[in-house]
């Protein structure tokens, strides 16, 4: 994903879409709720990602939780999405290594090799340590 490219809203255009001020996402940026892409002359660009993010805190200021509570749930959401993509990433892991490791001959032949490469000692089948 590329910032730059999907950022195309100038900032009045995004207080429109979002229903706000453009004073209200000045004060937004600054408190860290949303950060815009800045040009290289420093204009404001805001995504429909930045949009839709408006929309929430909108959505959770008239539900009555204050800017201060809206920032730590958008750093949950934020923590819990890392979170679930590196769960997602160890599952893929784990389901490789399984297939790997899924046959019994796969198996004996990775144990064989490990044994003769690190102790030099003759090959010995040896009961299956995945079990």
Excluded: C, W
Excluded at 58 to 76: F, H, K
Excluded at 78 to 93: F, G, S, T
């Amino acid at each position: 994903m590329n910032r730059q490219n999907d950022a195309v809203y100038i900032i009045s255009v995004a207080a429109q879409k979002s229903g706000m001020h453009p004073q209200t996402l000045r004060i937004y940026e600054r408190r860290g709720l949303i950060e815009p892409y800045r040009t290289p002359g420093g204009t404001r660009r805001y995504s429909e990602a930045d949009i839709e993010r408006l929309l929430l805190i909108q959505e959770l200021t008239n539900s009555g939780v204050n800017l201060e509570g809206v920032r730590r749930i958008l750093a949950l959401e934020n923590e819990n999405r890392r979170l679930r993509k590196q769960v997602d990433r160890l599952r893929r892991l784990l389901e490789e290594s399984d297939a790997r490791f899924s046959g019994d001959a796969s198996r004996q032949a990775v144990i064989k090799v490990g044994v003769v490469r690190r102790r030099h000692l003759p090959d010995i089948l040896r009961d299956d340590p995945f079990e």
